[in-house]
């Protein structure tokens, strides 16, 4: 067994995000594991850019109110204990509802050599992220 030592909080950087986000390395696989979880802390009405990941992603929320859209789809809003995964390949966004934080942890791999692990697009115009959204509470 290994104590692991996490390593500092990091800012998430503007040219993948739109307002403040924070994020906790949890795990970073190595070889020959590939899997990767991080506890990202978005501030009210912070979300990612587009995105997609090689092998899919899963996310379940922690706290506050998560909007999660993919590219041509619904706005969903996921509450806590709700998890929602994203397929290989599939460009989506997340983020925290205009009023509240949310904290998700997010769960993917890193596919290997040759194929992206995340490739990221252009950033969630206020149009779309204010879009009408479904809730998962009905």
């Given at each position: 067994?290994?104590?692991?030592?996490?390593?500092?909080?990091?800012?998430?950087?503007?040219?993948?995000?739109?307002?403040?986000?924070?994020?906790?390395?949890?795990?970073?696989?190595?070889?020959?594991?590939?899997?990767?979880?991080?506890?990202?802390?978005?501030?009210?009405?912070?979300?990612?850019?587009?995105?997609?990941?090689?092998?899919?992603?899963?996310?379940?929320?922690?706290?506050?109110?998560?909007?999660?859209?993919?590219?041509?789809?619904?706005?969903?809003?996921?509450?806590?204990?709700?998890?929602?995964?994203?397929?290989?390949?599939?460009?989506?966004?997340?983020?925290?509802?205009?009023?509240?934080?949310?904290?998700?942890?997010?769960?993917?791999?890193?596919?290997?050599?040759?194929?992206?692990?995340?490739?990221?697009?252009?950033?969630v115009s206020d149009a779309a992220y204010n879009g009408p959204r479904s809730s998962t509470r009905r």
């Amino acid at each position: 067994m290994e104590l692991l030592k996490p390593p500092p909080t990091g800012k998430g950087p503007a040219a993948m995000f739109a307002g403040d986000v924070w994020f906790d390395v949890i795990y970073r696989g190595e070889e020959p594991s590939r899997a990767r979880a991080n506890m990202v802390k978005f501030a009210p009405g912070a979300r990612t850019a587009w995105h997609s990941h090689g092998l899919g992603q899963t996310l379940h929320i922690v706290e506050g109110v998560a909007l999660i859209q993919s590219r041509g789809g619904e706005i969903i809003e996921a509450h806590p204990g709700d998890v929602i995964h994203t397929p290989p390949g599939e460009e989506h966004w997340h983020g925290a509802a205009p009023d509240q934080f949310m904290i998700h942890l997010a769960l993917w791999e890193n596919p290997g050599p040759g194929v992206a692990e995340n490739t990221w697009l252009e950033h969630v115009s206020d149009a779309a992220y204010n879009g009408p959204r479904s809730s998962t509470r009905r």
